[in-house]
Every structure is written in C-alpha cells, then in structure tokens.
C-alpha cells in the first residue's frame, strides 16, 4: 500500500444519507479541511519555486486564483473513447461529475485513461487490465490530487480503475458506465452478447440467413453503454456499488437515462465532501465488503469473470480473497435475479424493479450491514426502505431461480488449483457427464477443425481447448465458450461439456468449465490431456476428473515441453513475465505484493 494508507479515518457522525442515486449532497454540518489538510496543498500553497510555477501554470490553463486555490482537487478519471461504444457517452457524464465538484466547492480536473473495449480490443482487453490499473495508480499518486472519480464500465475497466485507486488510498467514488437499451428484433427483445450467441448458432444450423442476420446486426446495441444483460460489466458495476463505493442505486442507470446524468453529478457532489471527511478507499474496501460482493456477483448469477477480478481487487486492498471463499459462499445464497443468460430479464427491467438496493434488502441474513459505503454511514441504512417492484425480476428468498449462487467452483487432478463454471447456465443433463476428449492445442486450430467430419465428435464428448489460459492466450481471452460442430446443432444440440483454461463471455452460457489452473502453457494437467481420454465433471460433487492412471500421466509430463515464449520485447514480454495464474486474480507479481510507496515529493 502507498504511504497515503496510514490510519484512514472514520466518517464523522454527521454525515446524512444519499438517499437516491440523485442525492448525495454535502452535509453542511460536515467539518471543511484547512487548505493546508489538503494533499494538492503541496504543489499549491508553499512559499516556494515550485508551488509559484504551480500556480502559474494553472493561470496558463485558464484558472483563476479563487477557483482552485485551497480546495480539494478531484482528479475524474475518463476511460471514453470513440472506439469504445460502453463508454461512448462519458465524455458527457464527466462535464456531469464535474458540475457537481463545482457546486459542492471542488476543483474538478478531467485525465484521460486507457479505454478497454471488449468489443474491439485484440486479442483481450484482460491482457490490458493490469496496464488501466498501473495507470490509474501512478496518475493519482504523481498529481495534485485530493479524491477521484473513475468513469467505467466496460468489463476489465471497472477492476481496473478500482485496482489501481485501492492502491494509492483516496477518498474516491466510482461512475459506473450504465447498461444500454434492450435490444429488438421484429417482435422480440434481445440481450447483447446472450442472443448473439443464440442467432449465431441458428445461423450455422441453417434455421436463419443473412437477411435475419443483417436485421440482428441493427437491432442488437441500440444505444450507448455495456451489455444489458448479466454480462461481465453489470456484474462488476454492481459489485462495485455492494462494495459501497458508488452512490446508491448508481450501477444499474440505463447509460441514457437521464438519471444517469443525475447519478455523476451526484458522484461529484459526494467525492468533495469525502475529501473534506478524509475517508479513504480502505475505509470502504475491507475483508467484510469483498465477502458482501462475492455473495451479491453469486446471487446475481453473475459473470464468473468476477472472480478473477474480485480475487486481484481484494489483493490491491490488502484483503486475501480465494477460490474456496467463493465455494463457500454460494452454498449460503441462491439465485434471485432473473436475469439473461442465466433467467429472462435484462438490466433495464432489473433497475425499475428496484435496482440494487432492492436486490440487496432480499440478502441482509448473509452481508456485513455495519461497514461503511462512500454515502451512508453503513449499509444497513443505505437499505432502508428499498422496495422490490417486481418480484418476478428481483425474486423473493422463497421462490429463488436457483438454491445455490451461480458458480461452482471445481477441484481434480484436471485442475488442482481450481477451476469455476457458472452451472445455471449450463443444460442440467451436462452437471454429471463423463465423455471422451476431443483436444485443440489453440483456438485457431479449433476454429479450422472444429466441424471436420473425421474427428467423429457426438454430443457426448467433451470439447478441451488448451494454450488460452493468462500467458497461453495471451491474457486468457474469452473462447471458452467454444462452438458446438454444425452438424450437431443441426441436430438439435445447443450445449455440451467444454473445458479450457480461457474465460468466456458474461453473456455465454453453457457447460463450460473455464480457468483450469495451471495453466496448459505452463504444464498444468490440461496440457496433459490426449484425445479419446475420459474426463468426468460433476458439479454436485465440485469435481473435474481426467480418468488416466497417475503413472501414465507421469510419464506424459515427462515427456512435454514448454511452449516457445510468445513476446520477446514490449509490454507482452513484461505481462508474460509478470502475470499470476487465475485462481490468484492473474494480477502482476510486481503489483500484488505489499510494499510501501512514497508519495513525490512536490518542492
């Protein structure tokens, strides 16, 4: 942790409720700091030739003295781009943020950070998580910065921002992107990702062509924001708002809502009086919040991406976050959101059936009420008075979509270090499976081969793809959800066993057994597995077994060699060197580990 983490103080006892994603005003019984409290105060507002060069290069900006002097320097942190189509409107929601840091007595100062688009970026946006998080990081501590906002929402962004903020330590508050408008098509309504999916696979059996596909094209992302179903980026917005560190309500705003607006202006308002309270981010982020995420991301039926990301947010945080904390808690919580992949609905109807509030009110038996949130003095009061308003939507505890939260987490000579699969998006039938392998060695070669006639492939045998775990993939992209042959859907099937050590989608669905740890490209069993073997999964029982004698697969390991080194120079050297395999967060080793860094010394 940097030296900013020493002792974070309590919030004071009077500071008042946000109420709605719309409040969130100031106290004004809430003490002001001196300006010399202040961290941007040394760059400011010494006698010396640096704090003068200071001033007069804010004059060069175009800032009068009484605008900036002696108040607190909110740095907003803007993962917007053109390219990027979940962050397409954040350019807008920053003015937003920073009409709120203006009223509440703030200097708001808008930088510019590295975009993570999932729809775009190759070969992953995960191979860039660490880089968003190493950026915010260093920008927050190198600058005049008092308290932050970070503007995000597109899947790795989210982790990333909050990463490298719970590092540095200052008062911060998150914007979550907003998920966009339900898409349509003729007279149905379709979920990004999720039915993409669903119409690519009817494409391929031939019960759709390209005219039906051309209309998809136009009908699926109707508006600016992320994935409007239970996809990655709402599971990591609303973990970010049960982390307390969004103003209540804030993670389910369609992203053109006009409430969404709201939202960051009242993001901005709360960020000032947080600097003024001095309540860092370790104030929020504890062991207690993790846990209450990881029972919230399991109740949701979210992305099993959430668990590398909550495993390397807890580690920034100082918080030992594992595999087995997430087996242990979803034997605790059911499923009680019904929505896509894994149920019906999607964001939108999620947010006017109450939203996050009303979802957690149906969980207080198993979070930690007391802990403090960016807007209430704990949670139990931030919950008060949350209504569900559609039971069919946010499901009551008595009639749950499913008894158990949404991903299990497997052990066996396959996966020693563990594995996950989100098993209520899977067919039931496929829960308990033991199929021969059919092993590809990398995705392009699965992609070439995948409906060659020869290899004989049936729905009972089980689909392995190796060498796209962290450093095999690299930065483990989202082909987990690997496709069933043509000749199979042709015939009806729309699911089958498959296990690889990549990540899929959070819109993917299926028996998908993802982030086999090890790895295959760096000798893990996986890469021990030869076609025609038996393998078992069974979910009940948390197992995935390969079925060969140890003795052979002694002699297998004996006989393997490791993969030649993908990048020899460049940030790909530096992530293939530095990267942790996915049961730890595959965080960098050089980020992960504790160790005090000095605030820079200002003149």
Not at 40 to 67: K, V
Not at 171 to 178: K, N, W, Y
Not at 411 to 422: E, F, M, Q
Not at 448 to 458: E, F
Request: aromatic share 6%; glycine share 10%; with cysteine.
């Amino acid at each position: 942790m940097s030296s900013d983490n020493s002792g974070p103080a309590t919030a004071s006892a009077d500071t008042r409720p946000a109420g709605t994603p719309s409040a969130g005003t100031p106290s004004a019984a809430t003490s002001r700091r001196r300006p010399d409290q202040l961290r941007s105060h040394q760059w400011y507002g010494t006698d010396g030739l640096r704090s003068f060069s200071h001033r007069a290069r804010t004059r060069q900006l175009g800032y009068l003295p009484e605008e900036h002097l002696g108040k607190p320097v909110i740095a907003i942190l803007n993962t917007w781009s053109d390219i990027n189509p979940c962050h397409v409107h954040l350019r807008d929601r920053a003015q937003a943020v920073k009409r709120g840091v203006w009223q509440a007595g703030g200097f708001p100062l808008e930088f510019p950070v590295s975009t993570l688009s999932e729809t775009f970026q190759k070969p992953t946006p995960m191979l860039y998580r660490n880089l968003l998080s190493l950026e915010t990081e260093e920008l927050l501590r190198s600058y005049p910065v008092d308290g932050a906002v970070l503007l995000g929402g597109c899947d790795k962004s989210t982790p990333a921002l909050l990463m490298g903020a719970a590092t540095v330590d200052l008062p911060t508050v998150f914007v979550p992107a907003g998920p966009m408008l339900p898409g349509h098509w003729r007279n149905e309504v379709l979920g990004s990702g999720t039915d993409m999916w669903k119409y690519w696979d009817d494409k391929r059996a031939g019960l759709i062509g390209d005219c039906e596909m051309a209309e998809l094209e136009n009908g699926l992302a109707r508006s600016p924001g992320h994935c409007m179903t239970m996809g990655t980026a709402s599971t990591l917005t609303a973990a970010a708002e049960v982390l307390g560190v969004t103003v209540p309500g804030a993670s389910s705003i369609p992203a053109v809502d006009s409430g969404h607006d709201r939202m960051a202006a009242a993001s901005g308002l709360r960020i000032v009086d947080l600097v003024h309270q001095d309540l860092k981010l370790s104030k929020i982020l504890t062991a207690e919040a993790y846990e209450d995420a990881v029972a919230t991301v399991l109740a949701l039926g979210g992305s099993t991406n959430a668990v590398i990301h909550l495993i390397a947010m807890a580690g920034r945080s100082g918080v030992k976050l594992t595999l087995d904390d997430f087996d242990r808690i979803a034997r605790t919580v059911p499923v009680l959101a019904n929505l896509r992949p894994g149920g019906r609905y999607l964001m939108e109807d999620f947010h006017f059936a109450g939203g996050l509030p009303a979802f957690l009110a149906q969980l207080t038996d198993v979070l930690h009420l007391d802990r403090p949130t960016v807007s209430h003095l704990t949670l139990r009061e931030q919950l008060e008075g949350a209504l569900v308003h559609n039971p069919d939507v946010i499901r009551p505890r008595e009639n749950p979509l499913a008894e158990e939260g949404g991903v299990a987490v497997l052990r066996g000579n396959l996966c020693p270090d563990g594995a996950v699969i989100k098993h209520i998006a899977a067919e039931p039938r496929l829960l308990s499976h033991t199929g021969p392998a059919v092993v590809f060695d990398d995705y392009r070669t699965m992609q070439r081969t995948i409906n060659d006639p020869a290899l004989g492939i049936t729905a009972e045998h089980v689909l392995v793809l190796r060498n796209a775990g962290p450093k095999g993939g690299p930065g483990m992209p989202e082909y987990g959800m690997l496709p069933i042959p043509d000749h199979l859907l042709k015939q009806g099937v729309r699911d089958m066993v498959r296990i690889s050590d990549a990540r899929m989608s959070g819109t993917s669905y299926g028996a998908c057994v993802l982030h086999v740890a090890p790895e295959s490209y760096v000798g893990g069993p996986l890469a021990l597995v030869r076609t025609g073997d038996l393998i078992t999964l069974d979910v009940p029982a948390r197992t995935l077994r390969l079925e060969v004698p140890d003795e052979e697969l002694e002699q297998r390991r004996a006989a393997w060699t490791p993969p030649p080194t993908r990048y020899e120079r460049g940030y790909g050297a530096l992530y293939n060197e530095q990267v942790t395999q996915a049961d730890t967060g595959c965080d960098f080793a050089f980020l992960a580990r504790p160790g005090q860094v000095p605030d820079p010394y200002a003149g």
